[in-house]
């Protein structure tokens, strides 16, 4: 099931992936654009989209954290410095 999105019943968003949110976030947003639905339904995908936008940016977030603690301590003293 590869490349797909199960919507039949979506998970919580604060369980998903980077990849799994994002991959959903194009769906809703390319189903939005298309003018498919009913206006309930709309509402509804949009406000999933929300939490699934914010979601990514929290991951976002803590990842560059960790690459920036990886950059910092890179930078910090080395054994040379020691002596």
């Given at each position: 099931?590869?490349?797909?999105?199960?919507?039949?019943?979506p998970?919580?968003?604060?369980?998903?992936?980077?990849?799994?949110?994002?991959?959903?976030?194009?769906?809703?947003?390319?189903?939005l654009?298309?003018?498919?639905?009913?206006l309930?339904q709309a509402?509804?995908?949009y406000?999933?989209?929300?939490?699934?936008?914010?979601?990514?940016?929290q991951?976002?977030?803590?990842?560059?954290?960790?690459?920036?603690?990886?950059?910092?301590?890179?930078?910090?003293?080395?054994?040379?410095?020691?002596?």
């Amino acid at each position: 099931m590869s490349g797909m999105v199960d919507t039949s019943t979506p998970k919580p968003v604060d369980t998903l992936s980077f990849e799994d949110a994002l991959a959903e976030l194009e769906t809703i947003v390319k189903k939005l654009e298309a003018g498919q639905g009913r206006l309930d339904q709309a509402v509804s995908d949009y406000d999933r989209g929300a939490q699934l936008r914010r979601r990514c940016e929290q991951l976002l977030a803590e990842a560059e954290q960790k690459v920036q603690a990886i950059v910092d301590g890179a930078a910090g003293p080395s054994l040379r410095d020691a002596g």
